[in-house]
């Protein structure tokens, strides 16, 4: 995909900062073998806080009637 989102465009880095990421190493350097990892360390409550307001964002859009108390514990 992030060929595709590449394609016809100027050469320019990607900077993937999403923790998801974290599972998909093995395939992100399969496909670009030249790539650079930069891991920063950043505190776990904070990474789970920010996640869960992402996914609040995500499903705020859907409904008025928002469960943060269900996000948070589902994470």
Do not use: N
Request: proline share 8%; with cysteine; hydrophobic share 40%.
């Amino acid at each position: 995909m992030l060929k595709l989102l590449q394609w016809g465009q100027p050469t320019r880095p990607w900077r993937l900062k999403t923790p998801m990421h974290m599972l998909y190493l093995p395939y992100l350097d399969e496909a670009f073998p030249d790539a650079k990892f930069v891991m920063t360390h950043r505190d776990p409550t904070d990474v789970m806080l920010s996640v869960c307001d992402v996914y609040a964002d995500i499903c705020g859009t859907f409904t008025d009637d928002l469960d943060r108390k269900f996000i948070g514990s589902s994470t």
